[in-house]
């Protein structure tokens, strides 16, 4: 019965949970977003940036263009402790982030 309300909070948790990121003079701002394991959120990419960026990581998954002044969101489902890349693959050497789960 705990297990069940704690799984339930959770979840209620998780719709609630969304980080917001900046692409910003071809940076991510923040470039760290800090989240608990075990816990699904999601990501909402604003280009305010007069310029394309590919919104992109490796260990997550996602590729995705998002044209200057649009925001794209992503779903991500729950993670396990560690560090997973972000980057904006059109600006390389400016555009990287990550998300530290502890
Ligand atoms: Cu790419």
Redesign the pocket.
Known sequence: MLTALLLLSNLAFADDLVFKIELKNRTMVPSEIIVAPNTAFTIEVVNTDNTAE?F?SKSLKI?KIIPPKRTSKFNVKPLAAGEYDLFG?FHMDTCQGKIIVK
């Open positions: 590919e992109e590729e693959e």
